[in-house]
């Protein structure tokens, strides 16, 4: 074995490759698209409610396929071999209501402005198949690896930054939580580690994270706001107006 570790060229594989299914699954949405007629936007409709949950199954399939060979490669190279098991996380309601809010855009001035939230929409849930099939490899692996979300662009927002800050954990049922809230474009990955005291992921500092977090914290509860998460990410976007994508968001 090469190496006992997952490192950021892991992570960088990992999401190059979701990022490669989700353009060809935007390919054929953008091909299913041109072919409705825009001025019937109650058919136009019913159709893409028909057509996007599919299309979503089976990127999904696609996306935990890599998904589960990446965790086999990164599993054989820190302990051994495995055979990973795939999750396709389609919720067919979800992506029904999904596609049902945005579809007000048919019926404005604008139709063509749906098939961005369409975009963004098929992105989260082809997405949410490779993180599932990471984190459901994690809770059954008997190796017992830890979970981490981990970010990948070069600046990332401040909910993505406080859940990240958690650092690689167990993979419970309250720590799974943490595969559910992504948003449209979320670039995190899902990332398995094998050591246990510390990771080799260039870049991903939890510790830094959590000094943000704590500091956001203690301001929210000068405050005497609810110590919920959501009051929190508002305050670290107060506090570090310039570390965040979505800073200016309060």
């Known amino acids: 074995m090469s190496k006992a570790m997952t490192t950021r060229a892991?992570?960088?594989?990992?999401?190059d490759a979701g990022r490669g299914v989700v353009a060809l699954a935007r390919q054929d949405l953008q091909s299913f698209w041109d072919s409705l007629d825009l001025t019937r936007p109650?058919?136009?409709?019913d159709e893409l409610l028909d057509f996007v949950p599919q299309l979503v199954r089976e990127y999904g399939d696609v996306a935990a396929t890599v998904a589960a060979e990446w965790y086999e490669q990164v599993r054989f190279d820190a302990v051994g071999a495995y055979n990973a098991t795939t999750v396709n996380a389609t919720d067919v309601a979800q992506v029904q209501a999904g596609v049902r809010s945005a579809a007000g855009k048919l019926f404005g001035d604008d139709p063509s402005s749906m098939l961005t939230l369409l975009a963004g929409g098929v992105q989260r849930y082809v997405m949410a198949s490779q993180r599932g099939t990471v984190a459901r490899n994690v809770q059954l692996d008997p190796s017992k690896p830890r979970f981490a979300r981990v970010p990948t662009g070069a600046k990332t927002c401040a909910w993505c930054t406080l859940l990240s800050s958690r650092g690689f954990v167990y993979l419970t049922q309250k720590t799974a939580q943490q595969t559910d809230h992504y948003h449209n474009e979320c670039d995190c990955q899902a990332v398995a580690e094998w050591e246990a005291d510390r990771h080799y992921i260039a870049g991903y500092d939890p510790d830094a994270?959590?000094?943000?977090?704590?500091?956001?914290?203690?301001?929210?509860d000068a405050l005497g706001l609810p110590l919920t998460d959501r009051n929190i990410?508002?305050?670290?976007?107060a506090l570090y107006p310039d570390a965040?994508?979505?800073s200016h968001i309060h």
Do not use: G
């Open 10 to 15: 892991d992570v960088t594989q990992l999401r």
């Open 42 to 45: 109650e058919a136009a409709r």
């Open 209 to 220: 994270m959590y000094a943000k977090y704590q500091d956001a914290r203690a301001a929210a």
């Open 233 to 237: 990410a508002a305050q670290m976007r």
């Open 244 to 246: 965040f994508t979505d």
